[in-house]
């Protein structure tokens, strides 16, 4: 996915956490089933084996897929890449996506993960997704008491530090040059 030279990662995440309970439940469920049959014995001792083996292999899966999935933000895109054995990407240009937005639900907001829509590219389960909303380039809207978005808490304070740094060096400067 790169093209330009000057493109620099700004953000790499996973997906949230959350996309392993439903396979890690199912997991557990057919471990449970396979235990079940395991412990009756006799001829079922086999098949319970194997259903626990499908166990593992549902819960291997399922990590190896979300640990293989990244959400990746650079300078000029914002794209997913997935998969182990063949790697696939799917991504937008920041400049050609005309808007970015992001939906949570109850329990979205609750965990932190969200849904992240940037023109075509729709990504589930970002784990969060405001602070990957704001590494593409969202603008922040001001919360009541705040005067300006919390993106531009930190550009103000290095802004108000390079004011500072330079009023004393000029004022240094000025004293020496009236003495």
């Known amino acids: 996915m790169w093209n ?9 995440e996973r997906r949230h956490g959350i996309v392993l309970a439903r396979p890690f439940v199912k997991a557990i469920g057919l471990s449970a089933f396979g235990a079940g049959l395991s412990w009756i014995g006799g001829p079922l001792t086999i098949p319970g084996a194997i259903v626990l083996a499908g166990a593992a292999f ?3 899966r399922a990590a190896w897929e979300w640990e293989s999935t990244r959400l990746v933000v650079t300078t000029e895109k914002l794209y997913v890449s997935y998969g182990f054995w063949r790697r696939r990407a799917a991504g937008v240009h920041l400049a050609r996506a005309r808007t970015l937005e992001v939906e949570q639900t109850l329990l979205g907001r609750l965990l932190g993960y969200g849904t992240l829509i940037a023109g075509e590219l729709e990504v589930d389960y970002v784990a969060g997704p405001w602070r990957v909303w704001q590494a593409a380039g969202g603008v922040e809207e001001p919360r009541p008491g705040r005067s300006r978005p919390l993106a531009d808490d930190r550009v103000a304070l290095a802004q108000r530090q390079v004011a500072v740094d330079g009023r004393r060096g000029r004022g240094a400067s000025l004293r020496e040059a009236h003495r």
């Open 4 to 12: 330009s030279p000057r493109e620099r990662i700004c953000l790499e």
């Open 58 to 60: 549902v819960a291997v």
